[in-house]
């Protein structure tokens, strides 16, 4: 049964679709769409997966993506169609030999994805007038075009330089201006986007129609970037790099392992750093975490983008980075006077003094680096019960990690604990609750739980050296109200709920007599 989109149109299958144009009536004019329809790519997509170099070409995509410069535009060329238009534009003129890449590229792609049914269908009606209409634009659908062996009349697409005042008209107008309002009233229009609902509305037979073989693939999904893995994949939706990275860790590193040093500044940027060198390899943990279950799970927990995009960790990209961000932050403890070795060795100290200051202290981090995907490697290779106790260990390197290059105090080692021990206890939890995903304990007040270790610990070390200096510290209290500020919300859901014994009827209490 085809599913009704609206009181008009219809989604239909490929027979149907094809049979409509072979039935076609010579005089009817055959307009199709080209990305995943004649094309079975998306043109755009495929035209940016063709930028080279293929890291700075991601990077131009992601920060014209954060940028988003088609929000600046006057109002009817706002929103998302224009957005493509800059996403070809700025990388064609800083990258301008893309173009001739791409004049060899579109052979192979027409040969290997071109749509030969439709093809087929559109030859043996001889005499209509067929138009290729897109959004695409065209001059990288013509190098496509001219390969596929489709006969055509007109390619109605974009241009370069005026790509946003067209893609702002949408197809209907486009059409419209090329096209007498007869011939498109009594057309044949082939497509497999909702986003053309105005032409269907308006010509005599819409076919809507989605392609088993069409596929939009993501241009450059094999190029790694720092926390692309864990924001497309392993916490698709959840923000998790803002959310959980910079709101959570950060400020723990920082209060930790930045407050006392005499730069704090300077010192916080290469913890920073130092952070998202930690991110890269643990990444990788995650990747490899996903591919073991793909093995050896009968139904594996996968993102439905794992497929995608787990082709970008099988390559060298993660630790290129990973080296990167570690020297350039060692390089920054180093200049904030901030660096302090985990253990102290003589053997090392005199086998490189004649090198660079900074290159024991990389030593040391990328032995720590080492020593970290070798423990998730062996968490990921064992059972999930076994993996609830090793988890304690991962958070331990999560967060401690740090000292194995700088130091931290007593305070500092507490909210570190406290962070550990109150993730620790939740993921306890999850495993033993089931360790499904509706089985995490999210009615735990996770932040105030972290606020009273911490309070716990500190308090237990004053009262067990008998001296309470470390309360006097403005950097235990500026983490208590930070603490404070994080689970405010939870805080007043647990005050609200304290009531005395009598007034609460959960605890079912006898009336008096």
Same mark, same amino acid.
């Given at each position: ?5 609206n009181?008009? =149109? ?27 329809t ?14 080279r170099?293929?890291?700075? *070409? ?17 109002k009817?060329?706002?929103? /998302? ?7 070809? $534009?700025?990388?064609? /003129?800083? &990258?301008?030999?893309?173009? $001739? ?12 994805h071109?749509?030969?049914? =439709? ?10 007038? #067929? ?13 496509? %075009? ?10 109605? *697409? ?25 011939? /498109?009233?009594?057309?044949?229009? #082939? ?11 308006v010509?005599?037979q ?14 450059? +999904? ?11 994949? +392993? ?11 910079? !709101? ?11 407050w ?19 991110w890269?390899?643990?990444? &990788?943990?995650?990747?490899?975490n996903?591919?073991?279950?793909e093995?050896y ?20 990209h ?8 570690g020297v350039?932050?060692?390089a ?5 006077? *901030? ?7 003589? $053997? ?23 020593? &970290?995907r070798?423990?998730f ?16 260990l ?21 909210l %570190? ?16 609750? *089931? ?6 304990? +999210? ?5 105030? &739980? ?20 470390? !309360? ?9 109200? !930070?603490?404070? #500020?994080?689970?405010?919300?939870? /805080? ?21 007599t």
């Amino acid at each position: 049964m085809p599913k009704s989109l609206n009181k008009k =149109l219809y989604l239909i299958d490929k027979p149907q679709a094809i049979d409509a144009i072979e039935k076609a009536d010579q005089s009817v004019s055959i307009i199709v769409d080209f990305d995943e329809t004649l094309f079975l790519r998306n043109s755009t997509a495929e035209y940016l997966d063709n930028l080279r170099p293929r890291l700075l *070409g991601l990077l131009l995509i992601k920060i014209i993506s954060l940028l988003k410069p088609w929000s600046w535009l006057p109002k009817p060329f706002q929103g /998302i169609q224009v957005r493509d238009w800059f996403l070809v $534009f700025i990388p064609t /003129i800083f &990258l301008p030999w893309t173009w $001739f890449l791409w004049q060899i590229k579109a052979k192979q792609l027409a040969k290997n994805h071109g749509n030969q049914e =439709l093809i087929k269908a559109v030859n043996q009606n001889t005499n209509s007038q #067929v138009v290729v209409a897109t959004l695409g634009f065209n001059f990288i659908v013509n190098p496509i %075009l001219r390969c596929l062996p489709i006969r055509q009349d007109l390619l109605l *697409g974009c241009r370069l330089w005026q790509g946003a005042l067209d893609r702002g008209k949408g197809k209907l107008k486009m059409i419209q201006e090329r096209l007498p309002q007869s011939s /498109i009233e009594s057309a044949i229009v #082939v497509t497999d986007s909702v986003d053309d609902l105005p032409l269907l509305q308006v010509v005599k037979q819409p076919c809507l129609v989605i392609w088993p073989l069409a596929k939009y693939i993501p241009p450059l +999904k094999n190029v790694y970037l720092p926390f692309f893995y864990l924001e497309k994949v +392993k916490r698709v939706g959840e923000n998790y790099t803002l959310r959980v990275i910079a !709101w959570d860790d950060v400020p723990i590193l920082l209060f930790a392992f930045s407050w006392q040093a005499d730069h704090s500044l300077l010192h916080g940027v290469g913890i920073i750093s130092l952070l998202v060198s930690f991110w890269c390899v643990y990444e &990788l943990g995650y990747y490899e975490n996903d591919y073991v279950a793909e093995q050896y799970e009968e139904k594996p927990k996968l993102s439905i983008t794992y497929h995608i995009y787990k082709e970008m960790m099988n390559t060298w990209h993660p630790w290129f980075w990973s080296l990167v961000f570690g020297v350039v932050g060692v390089a920054l403890l180093d200049k904030a006077a *901030g660096i302090n070795l985990l253990f102290s060795s003589k $053997f090392l100290e005199t086998s490189f003094s004649t090198l660079d200051p900074i290159f024991l202290p990389c030593l040391y981090w990328l032995g720590f680096l080492l020593l &970290l995907r070798w423990c998730f490697w062996v968490y990921n290779h064992l059972n999930k019960h076994t993996r609830t106790w090793l988890y304690l260990l991962l958070q331990s390197f999560r967060y401690y990690g740090f000292l194995a290059v700088t130091a931290t105090n007593p305070i500092g080692t507490s909210l %570190l604990s406290s962070q550990i021990l109150s993730r620790s206890v939740l993921y306890v939890v999850y495993r033993y609750s *089931g360790g499904n995903a509706d089985n995490w304990p +999210k009615q735990v007040p996770e932040k105030l &739980l972290r606020l009273l270790i911490f309070m716990f610990l500190l308090s237990a070390i004053a009262f067990g050296s008998q001296s309470f200096t470390l !309360w006097e510290n403005w950097q235990a209290w500026a983490i208590v109200a !930070w603490c404070l #500020v994080q689970g405010q919300g939870q /805080i007043r859901r647990m005050l609200s709920q304290v009531r005395p014994v009598v007034k609460d009827g959960s605890n079912h209490v006898k009336p008096a007599t």
